[in-house]
């Protein structure tokens, strides 16, 4: 999913609580991504996120996709509920999947993750990244230019 022009990811963050809001801020500066939305349950998060991003909020992550062209979907929420929402994001159409935390709680749940992105051709990511920190970025700069790596 290399960006090969001037084309901004459009980015809709599940879960804009002060982890999603991270990632959103991470999504933001990244010149190729910009956060077009956000899903929560709870209204003061979604309030308060909505206000921050200047995005329309959605009380759940099914309303988010079906009304939004997302590119990125960003699920940042307990494990419990985290395959539920990468297998919505795959079936709406999604070009990838950002997932931080533990995946899932049972094998199961994380091959039907994996399995209902394949089949829908979506690039999916889980683990723990601490992307926006500015030793992962100058490390990725050094790789980048050679330096090492």
Excluded: W
Excluded at 60 to 87: R, T
């Amino acid at each position: 999913m290399a960006n090969t022009g001037n084309t901004k990811y459009r980015v809709g963050v599940i879960g804009v609580g002060r982890q999603g809001t991270h990632h959103a801020r991470a999504y933001q500066i990244n010149p190729s991504c910009e956060v077009v939305a956000g899903a929560d349950t709870d209204q003061e998060n979604l309030d308060l996120f909505c206000e921050r991003f200047d995005v329309p909020g959605y009380s759940s992550y099914e309303e988010m996709l079906d009304k939004e062209s997302i590119d990125i979907a960003a699920p940042v929420l307990p494990v419990k509920v985290n395959p539920d929402a990468i297998v919505a994001a795959a079936r709406a159409g999604v070009k990838a999947v950002f997932c931080e935390k533990p995946l899932c709680a049972s094998l199961e749940d994380a091959d039907r993750c994996v399995e209902e992105c394949r089949s829908h051709g979506v690039v999916f990511y889980g683990g723990h990244t601490f992307r926006n920190m500015p030793q992962l970025q100058k490390a990725r700069e050094m790789i980048e230019a050679g330096e090492i790596g």
